[in-house]
Nanobody, 122 residues
């Protein structure tokens, strides 16, 4: 069982930036970020493969968010710029055991962190 620990959430005004970190205790084929706002379904935000470091994003964050990773530290990062109030949510880090599970569908992921809150005020 791989454990994931997120950090870096907080409160910021619209237009500001935050950087989230996710440290994994073991190997995952990819690491991704998901978010869930109150009353809404969990949605995929961004992900990065361990081998090759290819990335993928949901359309609403392209050009504003950047996902990266340090394989030596088994840590993934989500740099969030130009934040908007609609980005407010609990952000979760997730890891997939196999490459074919990677993507933006939360039900395909094996390991989850506890979440970190991001609040963006207007």
């Amino acid at each position: 069982q791989v454990q994931l620990v997120e950090s870096g959430g907080g409160s910021v005004q619209a237009g500001g930036s935050l950087r989230l970190s996710c440290a994994a205790s073991g190997y995952t084929a990819c690491m991704s970020w998901f978010r869930q706002a109150p009353g809404k379904e969990r949605e995929g935000v961004a992900g990065i493969y361990t081998i090759g470091r290819n990335t993928f994003y949901t359309d609403s964050v392209k050009g504003r968010f950047t996902i990266s990773r340090d394989n030596a530290k088994n840590t993934a990062y989500l740099q969030m710029n130009s934040l908007k109030p609609e980005d407010t949510a609990m952000y979760y880090c997730a890891g997939a055991a196999n490459v074919w599970n990677c993507g933006l569908a939360p039900e395909r992921y094996n390991f989850w962190g506890q979440g970190t809150q991001v609040a963006v005020s207007s």
